[in-house]
């Protein structure tokens, strides 16, 4: 009797069990398990300067492209550095600019050593450091950039 029992209750319950396997295996199969895949990208430097748009790009080594506005009020001589928390690796993004008020600088990263993979969510960490055009005194400025590498 406990064996007919036993065969019911599988008979019964072993559908609702393959049903629940199939529909978990096509949601990891459709990456839904991978939610940073929906986490829009993010690039924030602070209200002294605004982050207009970024890019990361993938390669051998990869390298990081942006557009920041100056919200200062004032000329600044400025001097981007961009760091990926994965390698450590730190590195100018050009020479020291001076930039107007509400004036929008395009610059691009190259890495050395760090390698973007393409389609893979990365961080990169931005340094913003500035002087009023005519002083003497550093301001510096920590910020970052999140998104998907292209």
């Given at each position: 009797m406990k064996g007919q029992a036993a065969y019911e209750f599988l008979a019964t319950y072993v559908w609702a069990l393959l049903l629940i396997l199939a529909t978990l295996g096509a949601l990891l199969y459709l990456g839904i398990t991978?939610?940073?895949?929906?986490?829009?990208?993010?690039?924030?430097?602070?209200l002294e300067f605004a982050c207009?748009?970024?890019q990361i790009v993938s390669g051998t080594p990869g390298s990081f492209d942006a557009v920041i506005r100056n919200n200062l009020g004032f000329s600044a001589d400025t001097q981007v550095?961009?760091?990926?928390p994965r390698t450590k690796e730190q590195i100018p993004c050009g020479?020291?600019?001076?930039?107007?008020?509400?004036?929008?600088?395009?610059?691009?990263?190259a890495f050395t050593t760090t390698d973007f993979i393409l389609d893979q969510r990365e961080e990169i960490r931005l340094q913003v450091i500035y002087t009023k055009t005519g002083g003497t005194r550093k301001h510096t400025i920590v910020g970052s950039a999140k998104g998907v590498t292209q």
């Amino acid at each position: 009797m406990k064996g007919q029992a036993a065969y019911e209750f599988l008979a019964t319950y072993v559908w609702a069990l393959l049903l629940i396997l199939a529909t978990l295996g096509a949601l990891l199969y459709l990456g839904i398990t991978q939610p940073e895949r929906f986490v829009p990208n993010t690039c924030d430097v602070g209200l002294e300067f605004a982050c207009e748009d970024f890019q990361i790009v993938s390669g051998t080594p990869g390298s990081f492209d942006a557009v920041i506005r100056n919200n200062l009020g004032f000329s600044a001589d400025t001097q981007v550095f961009a760091e990926s928390p994965r390698t450590k690796e730190q590195i100018p993004c050009g020479a020291i600019i001076t930039m107007h008020s509400g004036e929008k600088l395009e610059f691009s990263c190259a890495f050395t050593t760090t390698d973007f993979i393409l389609d893979q969510r990365e961080e990169i960490r931005l340094q913003v450091i500035y002087t009023k055009t005519g002083g003497t005194r550093k301001h510096t400025i920590v910020g970052s950039a999140k998104g998907v590498t292209q």
